[in-house]
C-alpha cells in the first residue's frame, strides 16, 4: 500500500505471532474497503493494522471489528466467508 510513517496512527497494543513472538505494529491506518464485486459488493470502514514482519509480502492485518461490522460468517474449511447485502 506504501503508506508513508506519517499515514500511520499510534498503536500500543502488542501483537503476538503463532510461535509466541511479539510482532511489532508500525500503526494503523483506517480506510473504505469494499468487498465483493457488482452486485454483492458491500463497503465498510476498516481498521488495518501495519506490522514489520520479514517474513511475508503481506504486512496489515485485518481484525475480527471489521468482520463483525461486514456480518461476515467464515469458514476456514472452505476458506470461505458470506455476508448479508444491505438490499
Do not use: C, H, W
Not at 32 to 48: C, H, L, P, Q, S
Not at 73 to 84: H, Q, R, V
Request: proline share 5%.
Amino acid at each position: 500500500m506504501q503508506l508513508s510513517d506519517e499515514q500511520l496512527k499510534p498503536y500500543s497494543g502488542t501483537l503476538i505471532g503463532f510461535a509466541g513472538e511479539q510482532v511489532e505494529v508500525m500503526g494503523y491506518t483506517t480506510l473504505y474497503t469494499t468487498f465483493g464485486e457488482d452486485e454483492n459488493a458491500k463497503m465498510i470502514k476498516v481498521r488495518y493494522l501495519v506490522v514489520k514482519t520479514p517474513f511475508s509480502s503481506y504486512n496489515i492485518i485485518i481484525g475480527r471489528p471489521a468482520f463483525n461490522a461486514l456480518g461476515a460468517a467464515m469458514s476456514t474449511l472452505y476458506l470461505a466467508m458470506k455476508y448479508p447485502l444491505d438490499n
